[in-house]
């Protein structure tokens, strides 16, 4: 589960161009979820095939923020 909240972490805050794959759904282990930073950017993911979702928040400044600059604001 760390290593999968790590992944999902790596694969929604790297805007650099070179996202790593989406991680593999935990729960069906059977489709890639869908990651990304929610307003509050806190970062939300979900499963497209068994609708598993969860959203991790304070993942800032952790080993698995690569980050390099600010969000872009919208
Ligand atoms: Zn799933």
Redesign the pocket.
Known sequence: MAQFHADVVAHASNLTGQTPAAPR???????G?DAGLAADAAIAWA??????EGRISNWQGTLWDLRDRPLPRS
């Open positions: 759904c935990f729960k069906c282990k059977k489709s979820v499963c497209p095939r068994c609708r598993t």
